[in-house]
């Protein structure tokens, strides 16, 4: 069976303290430099419970939880994800997020790193993402058709692909290296 765990002492908001599956409360004691609030056991009391050999190992029959500054942002959050919307949220992670991280690293080289250095890297990273990006918005003005009113739009797009040619040209079509020998 092991050990208790943090999750099966229960924390109470209003008291700041947490209460053990005897139903004896660990109340704040202190919070260390990390960050961590610490709730500590009465040894008084847990030195005769029928539970102190699977809560604690401590030699002074103390028992103490440590609680971070933020975890109660942490819960709020994981109670939203468990909610209907938090669901379906999640559901469509994996046709949107997921997605373009899979077409980067199968289309756009997210597979290796072409060139070394952070700098390199970080250049060819941007690159493939402003692929993705004018991919995603000829694929919005393609579905709506192309009459008049998006013209403007698609004009914009060929303007950044123009701007952007010199730098495109060079990941796809590598600087020549001239050997010269003496």
Not at 45 to 70: D, F, G, P, Y
Not at 112 to 132: F, H, N, P
Not at 163 to 175: E, T
Request: hydrophobic content about 35%.
């Amino acid at each position: 069976l092991g050990m208790l765990k943090k999750r099966d002492f229960q924390f109470q908001k209003e008291e700041d303290c947490y209460i053990c599956p005897q139903g004896e409360k660990l109340a704040y004691s202190t919070t260390n430099r990390t960050g961590y609030h610490e709730y500590k056991s009465n040894p008084q009391v847990c030195e005769n419970c029928s539970m102190l050999s699977i809560c604690t190992q401590s030699h002074n029959q103390v028992k103490v939880i440590a609680r971070h500054v933020w975890e109660g942002f942490k819960e709020d959050i994981y109670s939203h994800r468990l909610e209907d919307k938090g669901k379906r949220i999640y559901e469509r992670r994996k046709e949107t997020v997921e997605r373009s991280f899979a077409d980067a690293k199968e289309l756009h080289g997210h597979r290796y790193a072409k060139y070394r250095g952070i700098s390199k890297v970080q250049e060819q990273s941007l690159m493939a993402a402003i692929v993705q990006n004018i991919k995603k918005m000829a694929m919005i003005l393609g579905s709506q058709g192309v009459n008049g009113s998006f013209l403007p739009s698609l004009r914009n797009i060929f303007k950044v692909i123009d701007a952007l040619s010199a730098k495109i040209r060079r990941f796809i079509i590598p600087p020549k290296t001239i050997t010269t020998f003496a």
